[in-house]
């Protein structure tokens, strides 16, 4: 079993950045993936970026390309991702999950995601 639990979210001003956490209790093993996906009222689970926990690949959504960087502390079994130039329509619960075994043909789509944590707000203002 694994559990994850985010942190970092808040109120954050257009222009201004933020660095979520998501910290893995439980066995991690080498073929897991971690994602980052947000959430906004009224629409689907949008994903934004993933990394595989072994050799540390990282992909990412088009939308958040150059903005977001997602990372990893193995030691720390925590996965960070880092928004930079924050943009009102960011505003969402945002959510880390684990997959296992880790695809990155499908590390795109929520339900192949074996775990989540309970999410973080992050509300951008104009």
């Known amino acids: 079993q694994v559990q994850l639990v985010e942190s970092g979210g808040g109120l954050v001003q257009a222009g201004g950045s933020l660095r979520l956490s998501c910290a893995a209790s439980g066995r991690i093993f080498s073929h897991f993936g971690m994602g980052w996906f947000r959430q906004a009222p009224g629409k689907e689970r949008e994903f934004l970026a993933a990394?595989?926990?072994?050799?540390?690949?990282?992909y990412y959504a088009d939308s958040v390309k150059g903005r977001f960087t997602i990372s990893k502390d193995d030691a720390e079994k925590t996965t960070y991702l880092q928004m930079n130039d924050l943009k009102p329509e960011d505003t969402a619960v945002y959510y880390c999950g684990a997959m296992l075994p880790f695809s990155r043909l499908t590390a795109h789509i929520p339900r192949t995601y074996n775990y989540w944590g309970q999410g973080t707000q992050v509300t951008v203002s104009p």
């Open positions: 990394t595989a926990w072994s050799g540390g690949s990282t």
